[in-house]
């Protein structure tokens, strides 16, 4: 009977001396002596031999292993672990460092002692040689599981995460923490995103950032996938699958949109209650389903609603182009990982060529953005710094046929961005011009012969703003005098009554500003014929003041330029005409958004790098969002203030906004109408003649009626020719007619223009007797510059003709239809430069 029962029985339920018989455990228990292991003490030194079998009875001892040849693992001891035995029989090194975690309590027999009890009990080396045998059969039965495991799951294995989320912005934030977040428990993941996005491995970072880390994770394209799903999940009594190999790993399924509808009820089933149901042959019965540890997540292109309620985590991949801020970390990411893996030195990339790639959208994201820069570096050549016409393919369809000429003439840029444009134009030239003329047209003659204020305004303001507007839309809004007078009035009323101007009542501006200067237009119109505004100058200074008064009262009330923007009549006609315009100011949107967070360029603000010091734009337009030239009148703040080189003005076709991003309009289009049938009142007398008709002028009511006749019916040409489309064209469709009327917007110009010719080359060269004239002196033997009829006619003519093919044209590109469904409206159009033709020409 033993004497140390505790310690006998402590051996036998806690350590694996409990394959020795009981003899052999009272002949050890005598031998043991107790010994304290402080904390962070070491046991044993690697490659020495052991002096004792040490039993642990409590605390944490590990290993450490400082030889990398070493086959041995790292591991802990827990209480009732034996150490030493396996060495002390088979007379080896210890083959790792042994270590206190904490303060550990073992039980000590002293290798001399135990050498002798080895060679009195045979046993215990028999017992040990048994259990060595059956773990050593244990570790073939595992490494040939391994093995097999290790074939089935090596053409679908993800090795590693390729990288990390590259970039600072929110986007990316965020989408690391939709990544930590996943990562934390096992519930199923959907990822999806355009392609290009790499989503697959974010998947990988998930898995590779999860506990189950050195677990497998695989990848399987679902559109691979067997519709029986034998692949997936095996056959009953047969070949195991996917899932039953890959136990606590996870797995990916690739492109889950194209996932068999026959395995839809059995993914959804997986994901739900985490159990599959493996595939039996024909006639037999449905196997049990088993259950799987199996983490599973699934990468699409598109949300999957089918499946979308069984998921835990949903994440959505968000475009590069929605990361602007990140392309320039992602540029210097590719780049390194380029030139690294072929001994190349980095090359630099240029502030220009970012610039470019963050205009550009990436409709292959990533992807798309990984081959421009690894293509990029080759065109470029060793040692070469990356510059922007290097990544010619990085061009949006929005860029496409444009050139911006503020690269293309620095000199442009240098006087734009000065103190000369325009404010020293305004402030020193035009607000004196501008009280010049009034005061002579109230004070001078009255008739434009003699008066060469009235001749100024009638005979070379008019032609040349027409001619101004294909080339540079609304410019003349920045010199304007009105709204020159209109920034004055509310500087002097800020000084001397200090308070806060009005913000814009933006919806209802938006809503009635364009009929309330259609309305107002269509007065000027009628006060120009019925009181020969042309030729008498009070009454044409009268006109001008109203427009500034208006600018004036406004500018007072409001903040920035709200009579310009919304209300001005002279403003509408240009914002209208200056969609023809060949060339446009934009910013670029990826510039914008990936590097500017202070928004002067709308807001205003002090000075920051390059960018000046301004109040903001002051129509409230933000260059990024402009689609159309109507609400830009070239004043060139924001660029003066954008301190990222964003903003460029660009050459570009004619018009092209107004069969890509227009908006249309209804009261733009009741102005387009309204200044169509303007060109036949100025021609009221000629109208009549061709008509053949005798009308007295002279009584006031039928002169208005005759007036407003001439005004509206050259508008029901463009309505029969819309309606004649709508009737008779029985397999299309045509477009609504407030987006088909902007075609005649070329016809428009070109008959406004053909009318102002016959002043500007008829009278225009007579300005300087007239000016001679306006002061009392002798005009006669100054010299005259003016066009002889026939090349006027010419002219007006061949202007005409342009304008009826570029309505006709124009129309054909915003309807994009064939000519054949669009040709009654074309007719129209040719009736209506016809009738021009017969009243200017």
């Not at 208005?704 to 020719?721: M, N, Q, R, W």
């Amino acid at each position: 009977m033993s004497i140390y029962p505790e310690k006998v029985i402590w051996l036998q339920e806690r350590t694996t001396l409990s394959i020795l018989s009981s003899e052999v455990l009272n002949a050890i228990a005598p031998l043991i002596q107790e010994q304290v292991i402080p904390q962070a003490s070491t046991l044993i030194q690697e490659g020495t031999r052991p002096t004792a079998l040490y039993i642990l009875l409590d605390g944490q001892l590990e290993t450490e292993i400082t030889n990398k040849n070493n086959p041995v693992f790292p591991c802990g001891f827990l209480p009732g672990a034996v150490i030493h035995l396996k060495e002390l029989l088979l007379d080896e090194l210890t083959p790792y460092t042994i270590n206190a975690v904490t303060e550990c309590h073992v039980w000590v027999i002293p290798v001399a002692e135990f050498r002798t009890l080895v060679n009195q009990y045979p046993e215990i080396t028999q017992a040990v040689s048994r259990q060595l045998a059956q773990e050593l059969a244990q570790m073939t039965s595992a490494l040939s599981y391994e093995q097999e495991r290790s074939v089935a799951l090596r053409p679908y294995l993800v090795t590693k995460a390729q990288r990390g989320i590259v970039g600072t912005s929110r986007y990316a934030l965020r989408l690391r923490e939709q990544i930590r977040e996943a990562a934390t428990d096992r519930k199923s993941v959907e990822i999806f995103g355009e392609p290009g996005l790499d989503k697959d491995n974010i998947a990988a970072l998930i898995h590779f950032s999860s506990p189950k880390r050195r677990e497998p994770i695989i990848k399987v394209n679902c559109g691979m996938l067997q519709t029986s799903g034998a692949d997936l999940f095996g056959r009953a009594g047969g070949k195991p699958g996917l899932l039953e190999w890959l136990g606590e790993g996870s797995l990916v399924l690739n492109n889950i949109q194209e996932l068999p509808a026959e395995l839809l009820p059995d993914v959804a089933q997986l994901l739900q209650t985490g159990t599959y149901t493996p595939v039996t042959r024909p006639g037999e019965a449905t196997a049990a389903p088993r259950t799987t540890q199996a983490r599973i997540m699934l990468v699409s292109e598109k949300a999957q609603s089918q499946i979308e309620r069984c998921v835990g985590h949903i994440i959505k991949v968000p475009p590069l182009r929605l990361r602007k801020a990140d392309i320039q970390a992602q540029v210097e990411y590719y780049t390194s990982l380029y030139v690294r893996s072929r001994g190349l030195p980095k090359p630099h990339i240029t502030p220009e060529a970012l610039r470019r790639l963050q205009s550009y959208d990436f409709p292959g994201n990533l992807k798309e953005l990984k081959n421009l820069v690894e293509r990029a570096i080759v065109q470029a050549g060793k040692g070469r710094e990356l510059t922007e016409e290097i990544f010619w393919a990085a061009e949006t369809k929005k860029k496409q046929f444009r050139v911006n000429l503020l690269n293309l003439y620095p000199g442009l840029r240098r006087f734009l961005r000065s103190d000369w444009w325009p404010d020293k134009i305004n402030y020193g030239f035009t607000v004196v011009v501008f009280a010049l003329i009034v005061g002579v047209l109230f004070v001078g003659p009255q008739t434009r012969d003699r008066n060469f204020a009235l001749n100024l305004f009638w005979a070379w303001w008019w032609p040349v703003i027409l001619l101004i507007f294909p080339f540079l839309g609304r410019v003349w809004c920045s010199v304007c005098p009105f709204m020159i007078y209109g920034e004055i009035t509310q500087k002097l009323s800020l000084w001397l009554f200090p308070r806060q101007l009005k913000r814009w009542p933006r919806e209802k501006a938006e809503k009635w500003g364009g009929w309330f200067l259609f309305g107002l237009f269509t007065l000027i119109f009628l006060w120009e014929e019925l009181w020969n505004l042309e030729n008498t100058a009070y009454l044409s200074a009268c006109l001008l003041l109203l427009i500034t008064s208006g600018a004036m009262i406004f500018s007072a009330i409001f903040e920035r330029r709200f009579w310009c923007r919304y209300l001005c009549p002279i403003g509408g006609m240009n914002g209208l005409f200056a969609k023809l315009s060949i060339t446009e100011l934009r910013a670029q949107q990826g510039i914008c958004s990936a590097s500017c967070t202070t928004y002067q360029c709308y807001k205003g603000g002090v000075e920051k790098g390059e960018g000046m010091e301004t109040d903001g734009c002051p129509l409230y337009s933000h260059p990024a969002q402009l689609e159309d030239n109507r609400d830009c009148v070239l004043c060139m703040t924001c660029l003066k203030a954008c301190p990222h080189r964003s903003v460029e003005f660009n050459l570009r076709p004619p018009g092209i906004e107004l069969w890509t991003t227009h908006v249309p309009r209804n009261y733009e289009v009741a102005l387009l109408l309204l200044l169509l049938g303007g060109v036949y009142l100025h021609r009221l007398a000629e109208l009549q003649t061709w008509l053949g008709l005798q009308l007295d002028l002279t009584q006031f009511w039928l002169h208005l009626g005759i007036s407003l006749l001439a005004l509206i019916v050259p508008t029901v040409f463009v309505f029969v020719g819309y309606y004649c489309i709508k009737f008779l064209s029985f397999r299309r469709k045509p477009r609504g007619f407030i987006e088909l009327a902007y075609g005649y917007l070329p016809l428009v110009l070109g008959g406004n223009l053909a009318h102002y010719l016959r002043l500007g080359l008829g009278e225009g060269g007579k300005i300087i007797p007239v000016t001679f004239a306006t002061f009392g002196l002798n005009s006669e033997q100054l010299p005259i510059l003016v066009a002889h009829p026939a090349v006027i006619a010419f002219l007006q003519g061949t202007t005409l003709i342009f304008a009826v093919l570029l309505t006709i044209i124009l129309t054909q590109k915003i309807a994009r239809q064939p000519f054949r469904a669009l040709l009654w409206q074309h007719l129209a159009a040719i009736g209506l430069g016809l009738s021009m033709w017969a009243i200017i020409v």
